[in-house]
């Protein structure tokens, strides 16, 4: 297709109007599978006569072809006719020309460079040795892009080229800021890449980039040092800083004497630029977000340069010898870092007309990234990493500042309480440990009467909804009984329609800061006259509220219902109605619909309300259940309803689980054949169904196997569709992820049906499934089948597995022992791993008694690691390390035992000695990784409140106690200087 033929179709495809456009655009989709299609598209993107609006749409759809048609074109001619041509576009005199041709590069290199593009570099390098500024900064816009894609491979080849010119670039003033920005920028990207190199090529930082580094860093400080005289220069000073914040943290002990240099010109610039940004920025109401930056529209300006301080401060405190350097000076940070909290008045007009932004902003953990957030952020890692100092500068800083502030009703001096309102709410946890430590000397009751009580009774709603938050994270410092009723009494009367949403938000947020403070029910009490008002308050809220309003909402409403349960059970078909209309409305919004699955499941666990669920909630579900197609407008695709029907089985679990027994009526004859059912004939790879499916069955089986077992389904008991549907998760046809619940179910089974089960068929398809498995997840899941027979009866099932061989024909014992040691270490969960270790405890002594013959099993040693799901082997050396089983059982029970012990010593040591933790100057900079297990805390994805587990005789056992005595009997064992003479790193 030639350019006359495309030329038109993008004319049209700029058109105003509608139809127009659309034409063109199926034009323009057909002409795609033209050899032409792409060398027609350069050609009119490369021509300097075309309007520029034809120019930049040819590029757009030339890197929207490079993106994802670029790697499966045959058209092998004419993508060599692109590569061969689009350099020259580098030195188009438009800027915006320039971008586009850059991102087009960009994007055919990730495809093709270098194998199918060997001569991109070199012809890259002669553009930036041409002197030419237009073609330097086209090169440099290619090479900023390219950047993240340059391996540690090939960065032996690239940087011995590169490296000078971009120092020599950097130094230079002839070819612009943005051209330096990016210079700096690219090697920020490059330091990143070779101090990761470093733990596997421990001279690749000294060779390929320490002989930079003194030009860099000097360069970089000056830049810093130098006044800044125009926007774009923001931008530059910013680049420079997230530089050397780079290399603090990769380098530390290299860039010792640099920081100290540093530290003073950045405390200069946060200083200088408070009073700049707050009356520039903060407090002017014509200012725009965003309106510095350079030549191609990137953003820039003090916006950015001060949360490139505030990234460069954060990296400082993870290291001992620059906390030292920050406490000296940390009430001034501090100060300083407070008054960047101001409220912006561009937010707030934005948060005007949409309030519900202003939940999604205002936050640390907001994904719109601004200054007040950054400082928020930063406020709270000083207060986890320095604690005690933290909170007495805190204090200090907040003294100082409210004690110069004027009259609240004046001009914007109300956002000075609230920003010091906000970093005392940021700082909550830390500084009520302190206080309760008394570590600091610091009265919430006279802060409350000389700041609180003043900024609510202004008419500022941003100003009170803050300080309802903050006054009920501090509810149990108040000066008074009395304060708090009047601080509930508030919290009442701002829950409705006509308040002003940031202080409505301020109440739902300061509800759910109240009872996580108030513990016991007998601190409870107080709030108990106030739930008739704000309970229903709520459910009337959220009646109205869409987004992250109502998730706020109902996320007070789950904390409160709990607080008086008969004012929920004295409306309990309303509220239930209520709640599914809402879980059927928002079936496709993940936040939401786990918000509403939370408070239903707090009201099951109200008895009063059972009668309701069951007759208001389960009959909604299951029509969900059983409908093939959208049950909510929002629900389009095959992936959406099974999303959706997982979210409905989930909550039919806690229902199922919650229930009184015997179960109703309902439950057996409708639930469950509907749940059975689903899972039985959902699609192979519908993981949700599958997963969500069997942890439902398992529900009832466990807490209803008499009532299951004597139901009649088409002539087989309701325990046969169980049996059916543990073989269809062990069918290595059926999605692997489909398992990861199976061995649960499996061991339920065998513990409820007992000698009636053909065990003998269920443990072969167990088995079979394991040799499938890829995922540790799930090899974990079914593992874990058998080690609950081997701690209820070691011999009887080692005999037992004896008799079983995997499809290979491998012995099934052996297998299985040597398939959970290789895996023991990616273990989730406290009660699956104890599990573990108990039969581990029980099979080692058999091992080193007698002749066993497992004992001369050889096991993998290697390192393990987990990527994309899967598991990898990784050891230096020219090929797999074995050792015998028993040695490797007790490697696993001494690294077990280490993992126990730190975590108990971290435990015991608390916060004494955080202030001086932090990473040595010399330890090797390296990515922190997590265990699975560590991971699964994190997440709340534990094992320890699994009600089935609650019932095994291993539960109460202290795993601890276990293996330290264990072990310490083992060491009078003939073996066990053996054993570990033959432990290694």
Known sequence: MSVEQIAPLINAALSEVQEERTAANAGIQEAQSHPDFSPSLLSILLRQDAPLSVRQMAGVLLKQFAERNWSECTHVAAKDVVKANIISGLGDPISKVRSSVAAVMSEIAVHDFPESWPGLFEALMELLGSGEGNKINGVMKVLDELANDITDNQIHT??????????????????????????ISIFTIFVDL????????????????????????SESLRVIETPISSAPEFKLVS?????????????????????????????????????????????????????????????????MLIQSIFEFIKGLTERKKYKAMIKKVLPDVVGLVISYLTLP??????????????????????????????????????????KTSYVEALIQAITKIMSSVGDINEGYNWKIYEACATALNVSGEVVEECMEAKKVEFSFGGFYNTVVLKGLATDKPYLQGRLIWLAASYIKDLPSPQAAQQLLDCIANSLNANTKPPVMIGAMKGICAILNELESDEQKAILHSHMEKIVPALFELASNMEGDFLILCLDALRVTVSVRPEIVAGEADKVNAFLVDLFVKHANETF???????????????????????????????????????????????????????????????FVRKAPLPLADKYVSDVYPTVINLTLTCKKDSTAVLQAGSECIRAFISRAYDQISALNLNGLSGSSYVLNLISRLLDPEVAEYGALYSGKLISVMINKAGPSLNINEILQGVLNRLTTCETPTVQQSLLVVFIKLFNHDLEGSMTFLQGLTTPSGENALAYVLRQWCEIQVLFNGEFETKLAIVAFTKLLPLLITGDSPLATIMVSDDDVSLETGRLLRSKPGSGPVEVPLPVKIFKILVQELGIMIEDKQAEAAGDEDSEDEGVSDDEEYEEQTLTLAQIAAMLGDDDEDDDDNKDHPLYEVDAFEHLNGFLSQLSKHGAYPSMVGQLND
Not at 350 to 366: I, L, N, R
Request: with cysteine; net charge negative.
């Open 592 to 654: 939401i619909i786990a918000t509403v699955n939370e408070v239903l499941m707090t009201v099951a666990d109200i008895p009063e309300c059972q009668g309701s669920i069951q007759n208001t909630v389960v009959p909604v579900l299951l029509q969900m259940l059983t409908t093939d197609g959208p049950t909510s407008p929002k629900k389009k695709g095959e992936d959406d309803i099974d999303d959706m029907k997982g979210d409905v089985l989930e909550l039919m679990t806690t």
């Open 158 to 183: 690239v940087s011995p080229i590169l490296f000078p010119r971009l120092v020599t670039l950097f130094k230079m003033t002839e070819f612009g800021v943005s051209c330096r920005c990016r210079a």
């Open 194 to 217: 070779i101090a990761h190199m470093g733990s596997v090529k421990h001279d690749a930082s000294e060779k390929l980039l320490f002989p930079y580094l003194p030009d860099l860093i």
């Open 239 to 303: 680049e420079c800083v997230n530089f050397l914040a780079k290399l603090v943290q990769a380098y530390p002990k290299e860039m010792g004497d640099k920081v100290s240099t540093c530290l003073p010109v950045l405390w200069g610039l946060l200083s200088n630029n408070s009073a700049t940004y707050v009356s520039g920025v903060a407090n002017n109401p014509e200012y725009v977000e965003d309106e510095a930056g350079d030549s191609d529209g990137s953003a820039g300006g003090l916006d």
């Open 345 to 386: 008045e561009y937010q707030i007009e934005q948060w005007d007309a949409d309030p519900e932004k202003y939940v999604e902003d205002d936050e640390e953990d907001s994904m719109n990234y601004t200054v007040r957030t950054s400082a928020m952020e930063l406020l709270t890692d000083l207060s986890v990493e320095l």
